[in-house]
T-cell receptor
Framework: DTAVSQTPKYLVTQMGNDKSIKCEQNLGHDTMYWYKQDSKKFLKIMFSYNNKELIINETVPNRFSPKSPDKAHLNLHINSLELGDSAVYFC????????????FGPGTRLTVL | DAKTTQPPSMDCAEGRAANLPCNHSTISGNEYVYWYRQIHSQGPQYIIHGLKNNETNEMASLIITEDRKSSTLILPHATLRDTAVYYCIVRLNNQGGKLIFGQGTELSVKP
């Protein structure tokens, strides 16, 4: 069983387009995250949601809009894509209990041409 | 910014123990040390975490110095599949907070 899944795995698109990445977790966690890994392999938090409410927004451009229809899903919409948005985007879900562990999805490689 | 420093790379012979150091001299009293790893092209994977005491699980052992300013992750019998980037992260526990990743240590396990 896949704990955290993302679709699509690869996404190639033109500058200026709007795209979405979907994330689903079946772990029953209340908290979900989006991280971005750039071409230099640097991983950085973008957003965090807890029970469908935004709790972390790390000064990400407002072209990026997360949406959480329920606590098992956290989708990422990106408007007016730019070359610099090319990266691997990882979704994660978190157990806020004693271990406070985050479980990551397989990533979505976004390439903007 | 990450509150940890790690060597950028290390090599280890297959079957030997891999000892990955981490310095976190500014760690606060209620912050935990977490270790994650990222195998090429995959999402990061949780390994272990601890506060003060040494910890062991099926994947690794974590040794934290008495002053808590540094720690060592030990993979007791490294295999080729342990080749990955290992990240040491300091954070509060039970807060659901973000993980702040540094550059990590790229461990290469060689036959």
């Amino acid at each position: 069983d896949t704990a955290v899944s993302q679709t699509p795995k690869y996404l190639v698109t033109q500058m200026g387009n709007d795209k979405s990445i979907k994330c689903e977790q079946n772990l029953g966690h209340d908290t979900m995250y989006w991280y971005k890994q750039d071409s230099k392999k640097f991983l950085k938090i973008m957003f965090s949601y807890n029970n469908k409410e935004l709790i972390i927004n790390e000064t990400v451009p407002n072209r990026f809009s997360p949406k959480s229809p329920d606590k098992a899903h956290l989708n990422l919409h990106i408007n007016s894509l730019e070359l610099g948005d090319s990266a691997v985007y990882f979704c994660a879900s978190g157990d806020r209990g004693l271990s406070d562990t985050q479980y990551f999805g397989p990533g979505t490689r976004l390439t903007v041409l | 910014d990450a509150k940890t420093t790690q060597p950028p790379s290390m090599d280890c012979a297959e079957g030997r123990a891999a000892n990955l150091p981490c310095n976190h001299s500014t760690i606060s009293g209620n912050e935990y040390v977490y270790w994650y790893r990222q195998i090429h092209s995959q999402g990061p994977q949780y390994i272990i975490h601890g506060l003060k005491n040494n910890e062991t699980n099926e994947m690794a052992s974590l040794i934290i110095t008495e002053d808590r300013k540094s720690s060592t992750l030990i993979l007791p019998h490294a295999t080729l599949r342990d080749t990955a980037v290992y990240y040491c992260i300091v954070r509060l526990n039970n807060q659901g907070g973000k993980l702040i990743f540094g550059q990590g240590t790229e461990l290469s396990v060689k036959p």
